[in-house]
Each structure stands twice: as structure tokens, then as C-alpha cells.
């Protein structure tokens, strides 16, 4: 597993409740994502394969509130040539407060279509599946 990814939430991302707005937490899932893939060298590599997010299974849990620091930890469940499935889940950084818990089904594309990936980032993904 990567290093989890931290997000000071400001006040911008509140709803008028003063909760994190639900649309805001794909936008800190994809953030994540993101983190992940660079943390493993693999950014321009995904943005080549031109992933794309297919489906998204997410359970809101708990929320969060302005000047809370959340903690984002992302793992490669399943990696196959033209599909990948992601574990997310948002915690409260150093808590076992779990706020939200997310499943990601990340797909390659050309032009618009659906595409396998390349054969050595198809291996490279696979390796960092978690056990």
C-alpha cells in the first residue's frame, strides 16, 4: 500500500450543514488516485492510457467538518487489461473514524472506447495489487 494522502478540509467544501459536501469527497478520492499512481511513477503512464472512472460504489459513514485533516488510503484491488478496482477509504487522520468507504472501477480508453492497457503497465499494476 502507498503512503495515505492527507486533506485539510476549509471551508469552501462544506454544505450548508457544515458538513463536507458529498460531491467534494470524489473530488479528494480522485486526488487520491492521483497521489497514488505518482507515488508509484505511474502518472504520465495512466494519463497516456487515458483512464477514465467507470463506477463508483461509495458509503458515506461518518462526516467531516471544517479544519479536520483527513486521510486518504488508496489500494489496488483487482487489476485486469481493461478494468481496475480500487479500495478507498477516508478516515480521520490518526483515527479509526471511518468516513467514507469507496470502490473505484477505473477503465483505459482510445478515442473514446474502451481499451486494454499496455502490456507493461497491465504487469506493472498487477505487482502492486494488494495481498
Not at 68 to 81: A, C, K, T
Amino acid at each position: 500500500m502507498s503512503a495515505p494522502h492527507h486533506i485539510y478540509v476549509h471551508n469552501y467544501h462544506l454544505d450548508g450543514y457544515g458538513h463536507v459536501n458529498n460531491a467534494r469527497y470524489l473530488e479528494f478520492l480522485e486526488e487520491a488516485r492521483w497521489h497514488f499512481f505518482r507515488q508509484h511513477g505511474l502518472g504520465d503512464a495512466m494519463r497516456q492510457a487515458q483512464i477514465v472512472v467507470s463506477h463508483i460504489d461509495i458509503a458515506y459513514r461518518q462526516a467531516a467538518t471544517r479544519d479536520q485533516i483527513l486521510q486518504i488510503d488508496s489500494q489496488l484491488h483487482s487489476v485486469q487489461s481493461r478494468k481496475l478496482l480500487m479500495l478507498q477509504n477516508i478516515y480521520l487522520s490518526d483515527s479509526p473514524n471511518l468516513l467514507v468507504q469507496a470502490q473505484i472501477t477505473l477503465m483505459p480508453t482510445q478515442q473514446g472506447k474502451i481499451a486494454r492497457l499496455p502490456e507493461n503497465l497491465l504487469h506493472t499494476l498487477q505487482n502492486l495489487v494488494s495481498k
